[in-house]
């Protein structure tokens, strides 16, 4: 990559973290979209800053081979419309080569949901032997994390990311929330019910127990890890068998699922689409208006049911 271009491409990734807030795996899937798109320019003898729209349409096609998804192929062309905005915002140049560019919409679909009986079954399931003093301690404090990991997951809503990480102070909380810091930094609130604390503090103390040296750790879940906290990959692996233990279909059960869960089970109780947003952490409403289906059921419900002219509500004359 040309020096130019790779100055062109930091200040656009630091633009992204300053004023955005993007977090560093945003910056990386931009700086990896964006080398490609700069390094085929470059073997066209063409660099961002003289670039056309015709060069970006030549891109696109030179793409078709790869055989990308949807989701990928739409993310590089907004990364690439990004950029070359940015330049022209920035007086890197005079136009916008990207501002005319046609592209596939992702098309956001709802994901598929696990019923309130089978979180139930699920979590009953990882409640199980708990207080069991024969087993293993080993199994037990396992056992004992993957429960706090579950009630915590459905109570909040949380970013699997943010579960893991979450520091050893959540589990001790004076008030029903903690504050989480998610995507770009940003902060808000997640509330923890009373059962999502007990099994908490279930685990840190059978963990200072049986493992005071790990206990020490700044982190709520600690493992010997590089990061110091349970891994994503770990925490996903173990739902996975107790998914099975429970009878549910394993391979649609991911920490993901719970995240949808909650937010689905909450909107089918009444909860309002914009408290929701809030409690995922979505920067845009847009995101979470992929539970909208949850919301039409409601409303065909309630018209069926409450309205007077319905025939479930329609009286015999």
Do not use: W
């Not at 914009?274 to 059921?297: M, N, P």
């Amino acid at each position: 990559m040309k020096a130019g271009a790779s100055r062109q491409l930091d200040a656009f990734l630091d633009m992204l973290a300053a004023e955005r807030g993007a977090a560093r795996n945003t910056q990386d899937a931009y700086r990896r979209d964006l080398s490609d798109y700069i390094a085929h320019l470059s073997e066209c003898g063409r660099d961002p800053g003289a670039a056309t729209t015709e060069d970006i349409r030549a891109y696109l096609a030179a793409l078709e081979p790869r055989r990308l998804s949807a989701a990928t192929l739409a993310r590089r062309i907004s990364a690439i419309r990004q950029f070359h905005k940015f330049l022209f915002v920035d007086h890197h140049r005079g136009d916008d080569p990207a501002a005319a560019l046609d592209g596939p919409r992702r098309r956001r679909s709802a994901p598929g949901v696990f019923s309130t009986a089978e979180i139930d079954r699920l979590l009953a399931v990882a409640g199980e032997g708990l207080d069991d003093e024969s087993r293993p301690v080993r199994e037990r404090l396992q056992a004992a994390r993957l429960y706090a990991l579950l009630e915590t997951l459905y109570a909040t809503g949380l970013r699997v990311s943010e579960l893991v990480s979450l520091p050893k102070s959540a589990a001790h909380a004076r008030d029903p929330f903690i504050v989480i810091r998610g995507k770009g930094g940003r902060e808000r609130l997640a509330p923890l019910t009373d059962r999502a604390r007990r099994a908490l503090l279930y685990y840190r103390k059978l963990l200072e127990a049986t493992a005071p040296e790990r206990a020490s750790s700044n982190f709520l879940f600690p493992a010997d890890s590089d990061s110091g906290h349970l891994t994503r990959q770990a925490f996903a692996r173990d739902l996975k068998g107790l998914a099975s233990a429970a009878g549910l279909k394993a391979s649609a059960m991911h920490p993901h699922a719970l995240r949808h869960a909650f937010a689905s089970h909450l909107l089918q109780n009444g909860a309002d689409l914009r408290v929701v947003q809030e409690l995922l952490g979505h920067a845009d409403i847009s995101t979470t208006q992929i539970y909208t289906h949850v919301l039409d059921e409601r409303m065909r419900a309630m018209v069926r049911d409450l309205h007077p002219l319905s025939d479930a509500t329609e009286k015999p004359r």
